[in-house]
């Protein structure tokens, strides 16, 4: 980065000279580390509306007009051409693999697929009735007690088997966690099996009987996996970094992003905006739900709409889409009702003032639950899927900033509004 210009700022009748340094693409930032130092003064900014808290060349979102880069190429360009293997070996490598590379990593993923045997124990101890996500955090937390080999941070070579087992053993964690729900015995990875169809055998296939793969509905799966991959410092990403930034072992911070990816305002929100379109059921009651999402006084919000970032659309939605009425197709299922709902919803909030002037828009969650639906997951796993393919991007994210020297603990400050100082009182006088 390259100083472009200084920004001053005047305050307590002092001024100071911010350095800006610039993008490659989007805002430039002003430069405020050494602020406190100098004017004994915090900047104030609760949500990081404004706040860049990192420099990455990763991902790319430009929310103004839609665009999604992954280490520079447009999600559309990888969600139709490539694969989730290929992009996650961009993602962590930042380049795109020549096809030696590609068959070397997709083989070192391959080897990892499987779990040691007695993390299978730690399931027995949930309720069959536990929320997957649950087990998640449970599951991928407990990892660091088995590989001890892959949890010093300072070894390069350390973090790299970490982030391959990461990225090879979330999909047989989370099938284990929805065989665990349905009763059925956990299956394993098949080794000839892609990704993603290695994903929907231990899903959905049964020792009893051979699975038989659909093309259509794997080619999906992967794409479901392409889009949710990464998505800048995002809320869960967010958490990863700062989990990181303490030394933490990387199986405890994905452990921590997968809690944080829970919350119905993110990654639980696909699970919520099915939920959503399930309550509302048929398109006449849509205006009902319609105003309750602009009532101040009632909390209901439409699931599956609005993006801190993406003020215009969510290039993820669109190709969400794409792929629901490709699986419904595929799958026979021709109306939908949820699906006519959704459309319907999205008609109509897209054409009303509030949404509008607030710049809501379909984000990508709001159809993907249709589609992971169709697949024949139940709503529970909907963020369970989110957080396999998310991972690639939380430990991209992780061992970029590990690779970097100015890493430092993050610790933010804050406004402090409480009493100030006094003495204490006894008790009798109270
Ligand atoms: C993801 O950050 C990422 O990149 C996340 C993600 C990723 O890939 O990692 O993209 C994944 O989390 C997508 C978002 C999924 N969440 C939802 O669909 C939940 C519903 N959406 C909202 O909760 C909300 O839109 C957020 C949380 C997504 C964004 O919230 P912001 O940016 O903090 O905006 P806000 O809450 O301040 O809302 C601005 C205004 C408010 O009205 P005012 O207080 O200004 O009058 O818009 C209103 C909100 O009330 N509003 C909504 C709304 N979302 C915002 N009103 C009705 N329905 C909604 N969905």
Known sequence: MTKKETATLTYNGNTYDLNVLNATMGPDVLDIRKL???????????????????????????????????????????????????????????????????????????NHTMLHEQIFSFYKGFRRDAHPMAIMCGVVGALSAFYHDSIDINDEKQRKL??????????????????????????????????????LRMCFGVPTEEYKSNPILTRAMDRIFILHADHEQNASTSTVRLAGSSGANPFACIAAGIASLWGPAHGGANEAALAMLEEIGTPDRIPEYIERAKDKNDPFRLMGFGHRVYKNFDPRATLMQKTAHEVLGELGIKDDPLMETARELEQVALNDPYFIEKKLYPNIDFYSGITLRALGFPTSMFTVLFAVARTVGWV???????????????????????????????????
């Open 36 to 110: 406190y130092a100098d004017a004994n003064v915090f900047t104030y900014d609760p949500g990081f509306t404004a706040t860049a808290s990192t420099t990455s060349k990763i991902t790319y979102i430009d929310g103004g007009n839609g665009v999604l880069l992954y280490r520079g190429y447009p999600i559309e360009q990888l969600a139709e051409k490539g694969d989730f293997l290929e992009t996650s070996y961009l993602l962590i490598n930042g380049e795109l693999p020549t096809h030696q590379q590609r068959k070397e990593f997709e083989k070192t993923i391959t």
């Open 162 to 199: 970490a982030t391959i087992r990461l990225i090879a053993k979330m999909p047989s964690i989370a099938a284990a966690a929805y065989k665990y729900s349905v009763g059925q015995p956990f299956m394993y990875p098949q080794n000839e099996l892609s990704f993603a169809g290695n994903f």
């Open 396 to 430: 991209a994210q992780w061992e970029e900033m590990m690779e970097d020297p100015k890493q430092k603990i993050g610790r933010p400050r804050q406004l402090y509004t409480g009493p100030v100082t006094r003495d204490y009182v006894s008790a009798s006088n109270r």
